[in-house]
């Protein structure tokens, strides 16, 4: 199979180029190699490189812009630049794997999100992002879209390594504890997505298929005890590696004392984009359809820091 990958300066691309180098030719662009804005453009590449699958994790994921000073490159990057690729794969008969994420619901109640419940994005982020799902489904082309949320990894920016940025530069953290979610590894994505693949394309009863899958680990936590269980990680990991230097995670990861931790309500962080504070994925169809088990979230916190 060749696979063409966008957005591999992200953290979801980057680890895409690993996970699926075992099944064919990854043909890696990052935006320094096409603005995929220009649709002409995008189709241009995607007729001299004809691949199998287009893996698309390009987004425009500044929530907070996409709200005020953004709002149209958010529409462009998120509902226009997947309806183009979508267009390609149905006239070129290729499969199409999308990411998106649990802001296409109203963040309401406590019940995890099914992949059928009916959307009511909260945000212009959430708009533009439901509106690339639909160009998708629309266009009729063979499609995998997994709705993620919470995602992290060692590579680029994230939550976490907000975290750990201020836990050396303070020693009182607030922390917001009652919005509830799943903390999901980059590498876990690809992971998933490269098996999904895989098994679409040796399994009968799954070649063909086409529809939405959530993706994420098992359980669930507040960002509070997401902070808490990853500074504590890597706090342990700084002190264990003592004098050795080599042993102890990355300065970017290293935590060398823990600051006190208050959880405290979203309110006290106002936003130009509202939260969703039920951020949870029910995983019964990617489990039972696809027959993957998926790991718990702080098991995986756990063997992501160990790279740290």
Request: aromatic letters at 6%; a negative charge; one cysteine or more.
């Amino acid at each position: 199979m060749k696979f063409v990958v966008t957005g591999t300066t992200g953290q979801v691309g980057w680890e895409l180029i690993r996970a699926l180098q075992p099944l064919g030719e990854v043909v890696p662009v990052s935006v320094d190699e096409l603005d995929l804005t220009d649709a002409e453009a995008t189709r241009a590449l995607l007729d001299r490189v004809r691949p199998h699958v287009v893996i698309n994790p390009a987004a425009h994921t500044a929530v907070d812009k996409a709200e005020t000073e953004q709002r149209e490159l958010a529409k462009v990057l998120n509902a226009d630049v997947p309806a183009t690729l979508a267009q390609w794969c149905k006239s070129n008969g290729a499969l199409l794997v999308h990411y998106s994420t649990d802001y296409v619901f109203n963040g309401e109640g406590t019940r995890p999100w099914k992949e059928d419940d009916t959307p009511a994005p909260l945000n212009v982020y959430g708009e533009t992002k439901l509106a690339g799902e639909q160009a998708i489904q629309q266009s009729g082309c063979a499609h995998i879209i997994f709705r993620t949320c919470w995602v992290y990894s060692l590579h680029g920016g994230n939550f976490l390594k907000t975290m750990v940025k201020l836990a050396a530069e303070r020693d009182h953290l607030k922390v917001v504890a009652d919005q509830i979610g799943v903390p999901t590894p980059a590498s876990f994505i690809a992971d998933v997505t490269a098996e999904v693949i895989r098994r679409r394309s040796c399994d009968p009863k799954l070649a063909g298929w086409s529809g939405i899958l959530n993706l994420a680990p098992s359980g669930e936590t507040s960002w509070y005890g997401y902070t808490q269980a990853g500074l504590k990680l890597l706090h342990e990991a700084t002190l264990a590696a003592g004098s050795n230097t080599a042993a102890r995670p990355r300065p970017e990861w290293q935590v060398h004392r823990l600051p006190t931790i208050e959880p405290v309500p979203a309110s006290e962080f106002p936003m130009p984009s509202k939260r969703p504070s039920n951020s949870r994925l029910d995983l019964s169809r990617i489990e039972q359809v696809w027959g993957l088990n998926m790991p718990a979230w702080d098991v995986l916190l756990q063997t992501v820091l160990r790279d740290a």
